[in-house]
């Protein structure tokens, strides 16, 4: 885990950080379009479904989606892990989160899957120069 996570209540202060540079940089829709791919290829209903995420508060956005995965951990595992290995984060990454109980675990696993999210537009970027997910 790494030390902003620890510092980061629930995973709220990267997880904005990384909304709030999508939203700057013109790809909070790009990221929001990644996100609902990567739900629909593990097979799962998107979250925020047709809301105007770009309208929305991104402490709402983190909210919605932190929600639904309390629920993905509470209630089915396996589609959990089915979306984690859809979105490719690392299982060592969200196999070591020592949380306190499930709420803290949701916002941390949020936060990871907003910053792989992240990552995966910001190298498409970078490499091919379109930052089409």
């Known amino acids: 885990m790494s030390e902003n996570s620890k510092t980061s209540p629930e995973g709220l202060e990267d997880a904005l950080n990384i909304l ?10 790009r990221l929001m ?4 791919k990567d739900y629909e290829r593990a ?10 995420v770009t309208e929305m508060d991104l402490s709402e956005v983190f909210s919605v989606l932190k929600e639904h995965m309390y629920r993905l951990l509470m209630e089915s595992f396996d589609q959990h892990l089915t979306l984690m290995y859809a979105m490719d984060v690392p299982e060592r990454d969200f196999s070591s989160i020592e949380p306190a109980d499930a709420v803290d675990a949701a916002g941390h696993l949020t936060r990871m ?5 992240w990552q995966k537009l910001q190298l498409r970027k970078r490499f091919d120069g379109a930052g089409e997910a």
């Open 113 to 117: 899957v907003l910053n792989r999210e």
């Open 43 to 52: 097979g799962l209903h998107y979250p925020l479904g047709e809301r105007m």
């Open 33 to 36: 379009e990644q996100l609902r």
């Open 20 to 29: 709030e540079k999508a939203r700057e940089s013109g790809m909070l829709q």
